[in-house]
């Protein structure tokens, strides 16, 4: 039997005023789903404690997704590179 714990201040809302739902249906600014955003301040405070940390582990993965996606374009730029022959332009 899990105990929980009392919060000692109250957790803030994530909004950053960015509201705008991305394909995946989160939130683009807070990444809280449509459920999570809109019944908000009916949620107890160890359900926002919940959603808070469900908002890191998706920080996480947006942000490792967003630098495997950086690499794979500073890759294929680099490939492009190294196809330019000497004494040619890429425009021909």
Not at 22 to 49: D, H, T
Not at 62 to 85: M, P, T, V
Request: net charge positive.
């Amino acid at each position: 039997m899990a105990v929980e714990q009392i919060e000692l201040f109250p957790l803030p809302n994530p909004c950053i005023n960015v509201c705008e739902t991305g394909p995946r249906g989160y939130c683009i600014g807070c990444l809280r789903s449509r459920e999570e955003r809109f019944n908000w301040l009916k949620k107890s405070e160890v359900e926002k404690a919940r959603i808070l940390k469900l908002l890191s582990h998706r920080q996480r993965r947006k942000s490792a997704f967003l630098a495997n996606l950086a690499r794979e374009e500073q890759a294929e730029f680099s490939f492009n590179d190294q196809l330019s022959l000497p004494g040619l332009s890429p425009d021909t």
